[in-house]
């Protein structure tokens, strides 16, 4: 299932320091390291799909446990743009197809030693069906390598102020924004808080979106502080601001 893939890996990058492959259904995913931090890289069958952060209408995201690591003070992991895929029964995930490298900065605890990075991570791969998946692996860092984890770190969207994307946001009522940008992007994905659901439509001039509350909990009002993941013409972009009453 991977052969070709492991083969074209190893003729076009040095060899990573890496820690064995752990097997999943329809996947497989290990810890890789370079000198400036780790990843997770996942590897998925042909048809397979795993998911974003926010998984989107269905699905499930990633979840990371680093408890068993020495001399780490902290690990955050960054994300690459998604991508929109329509799933079998409909309903729209925010996910990777073929593979992703999530990239993990770390902090040692104390920078003259290494780090033990153990990695404990649950994350769910769909093709009709979905299914856990799980990855227990370990690795030393910094390590020996000549490999960069650059294309992967590339992939992360840029931290811009609203203001450098022309964002700009007037409410049209009590559960609907109007948002605009500068520029048209390709994507839009909009983050916000755990159990509300903002539904982004794009208006026909492309550059301006329809921001309409679909879901909150009882007792949650406007503000909503939401995040915001832009996709443009010269890579992916992230944002915060804030949708007021």
């Known amino acids: 299932m991977f052969a070709r893939a492991a083969v074209l890996l190893l003729l076009t990058t040095p060899a990573f320091a890496a820690s064995d492959w752990s097997p999943g ?3 497989r995913a290990r810890l890789v390291a370079d000198a400036q931090g780790a990843g997770l ?24 446990d680093f408890a068993g690591s020495t001399n780490l003070a902290a690990a955050e992991v960054d994300f ?4 929109r895929i329509r799933e079998p029964d409909g309903s729209v995930a925010f996910g990777y197809r073929a593979g992703v490298t999530l990239p993990i900065r770390l902090k040692p605890a104390d920078p003259a030693k290494p780090v033990r990075l153990v990695a404990k991570v649950d994350y769910a791969v769909c093709e009709k069906v979905c299914l856990p998946a799980r990855v ?6 910094p390590g020996a390598t000549d490999a960069t984890l650059a294309p992967a ?10 203001e450098a994307l022309g964002a700009v946001v007037n409410p049209m009522g009590p559960k609907v924004w109007r948002l605009c940008l500068s520029d048209a992007p390709r994507e839009l994905f909009v983050e916000a808080p755990e159990g509300v659901w ?10 301006c979106y329809t ?10 009002k406007p503000p909503f502080a939401v995040r ?4 443009g013409a010269d890579g992916a972009s992230e944002t915060r601001l804030s949708l007021g009453g």
């Open 198 to 207: 903002i539904e982004p439509r794009r208006d026909a001039d492309g550059h």
């Open 228 to 231: 915001l993941t832009v996709e």
């Open 41 to 64: 890289q996942i590897e998925l069958s042909p048809g397979a799909i795993t998911y974003w952060r926010d998984p989107g209408e269905s699905g499930v995201p990633p979840t990371f």
């Open 25 to 27: 259904p329809k996947s």
């Open 153 to 162: 770190r590339a992939q992360v969207p840029r931290m811009l102020a609203a």
């Open 80 to 83: 690459p743009a998604p991508e």
């Open 136 to 141: 227990k692996a370990e690795i030393d860092w």
């Open 211 to 220: 921001l309409t509350l679909q879901q909150a909990p009882d007792d949650a």
